[in-house]
Antibody, heavy 119, light 111 residues
Framework: EVQLVESGGGLVQPGGSLRLSCAASGFTFSSYSMNWVRQAPGKGLEWVSYISSSSSTIYYADSVKGRFTISRDNAKNSLYLQMNSLRAEDTAVYYC????????????WGQGTLVTVSS | QSALTQPASVSGSPGQSITISCTGTSSDVGGYNYVSWYQQHPGKAPKLMIYEVSNRPSGVSNRFSGSKSGNTASLTISGLQAEDEADYYCSSYTSSSTRGVFGTGTKVTVL
């Protein structure tokens, strides 16, 4: 059974940093591209970042470019999102999601981890 | 990259068919056959319903179908059921410097 479990969310002050993790199991993690998607409270989905299976290709949404860094460790079946210079508008539930085709067809999602940026 | 445009809400009676539109540009929806649709119930993670415009993942009911014309993609739900009441989002691969974009979301209400 495919499982994605996010962790690392919490309350952080504006300007602070946080590192999210996503532990994958039940599939060959190294064969799939992965994405981070976020959802602010009461709002819609926002794509955040993409990383290819080998980490050779990485993309970011303009809203996080230069502040967030996506990475993965295929040996540990884990995906990460390092978030720096956090702003109030980064407050959201962050989901990791497996990319079925490498073209934003996200077929498995984690349960999400809440990040709250507030003083 | 602006969000794709969806109607805020669509409603229908049980058994009816409804269609949700998703309008983008030639740089995303119109330029590629990489449109996906997601269903999200309150407090739950999204679920992939359609990918590559019209493909259904295993386990998704054939009451859900997708299509595309020009810069607009559509999701049709036929034989509407109470369990279909949820938020629906489209997404598309994009040629912009980013990778992808989601739609604004549509709340489906079963009357």
């Amino acid at each position: 059974e495919v499982q994605l479990v996010e962790s690392g969310g919490g309350l952080v002050q504006p300007g602070g940093s946080l590192r999210l993790s996503c532990a994958a199991s039940g599939f060959t993690f190294s064969s799939y591209s992965m994405n981070w998607v976020r959802q602010a409270p009461g709002k819609g989905l926002e794509w955040v970042s993409y990383i290819s299976s080998s980490s050779s290709t990485i993309y970011y949404a303009d809203s996080v470019k230069g502040r967030f860094t996506i990475s993965r460790d295929n040996a540990k079946n884990s995906l990460y999102l390092q978030m720096n210079s956090l702003r109030a508008e980064d407050t959201a539930v962050y989901y990791c999601a497996r990319d079925l085709s490498g073209k934003l067809a996200l077929d498995y999602w984690g349960q999400g981890t809440l990040v709250t940026v507030s003083s | 990259q602006s969000a794709l445009t969806q109607p805020a809400s669509v409603s229908g009676s049980p058994g009816q068919s409804i269609t949700i539109s998703c309008t983008g540009t030639s740089s995303d929806v119109g330029g590629y056959n990489y449109v996906s649709w997601y269903q999200q119930h309150p407090g739950k993670a999204p679920k992939l319903m359609i990918y590559e415009v019209s493909n259904r993942p295993s386990g998704v009911s054939n009451r859900f179908s997708g299509s595309k014309s020009g810069n607009t993609a559509s999701l049709t739900i036929s034989g509407l059921q109470a369990e279909d009441e949820a938020d629906y989002y489209c997404s598309s691969y994009t040629s912009s410097s980013t990778r992808g974009v989601f739609g604004t979301g549509t709340k489906v209400t079963v009357l």
